[in-house]
């Protein structure tokens, strides 16, 4: 199983990045796959997650900001930014809990036995 990340980048506060995480090797949907994030000295917080029946949670920090969603038909994974503030600012990585089938969404990382190599965000005000 092989998750690839992609559509990090540099933009301005107020504005809004689309990040996608391709999965092969596995149905997405088999699984939970949820987005962290990760700034230096620091751990990984939970971001957002999709569990396998399409439920989908958010850290206290989105605020209704962010939007997680699944294709199936692609294996792929998006995390939809908006409003994105200097605090966004981190390495976000992808990773995805396939244990087993029908896994749901945990906040914590250790869960989680596939991880991408994270794309970096960065705002700047």
């Known amino acids: 199983v092989q998750l690839v990340e992609s559509g990090g980048g540099s933009v301005q506060a107020g504005e809004s990045l689309r990040l996608s995480c391709v999965v092969s090797?596995?149905?997405?949907?088999?699984?939970?796959v949820a987005w962290f994030r990760q700034t230096p000295g620091q751990e990984r917080d939970f971001v957002a997650g999709?569990?396998?029946?399409?439920?989908?949670y958010y850290g206290d920090f989105v605020q209704g900001r962010f939007i997680i969603s699944r294709e199936n038909f692609e294996n792929t994974v998006y995390l939809q930014m908006n409003n994105l503030n200097p605090e966004d600012t981190a390495l976000y990585y992808c990773?995805?809990?396939?244990?087993?089938?029908?896994?749901?969404?945990?906040?914590?990382?250790?869960?989680?036995?596939?991880w991408g190599q994270g794309t970096q965000v960065t705002v700047s005000s």
């Open positions: 990773a995805a809990n396939l244990r087993s089938t029908h896994t749901t969404v945990i906040r914590q990382p250790s869960p989680y036995n596939y």
């Open positions: 090797g596995r149905a997405a949907s088999d699984g939970a």
């Open positions: 999709v569990s396998w029946d399409a439920s989908t």
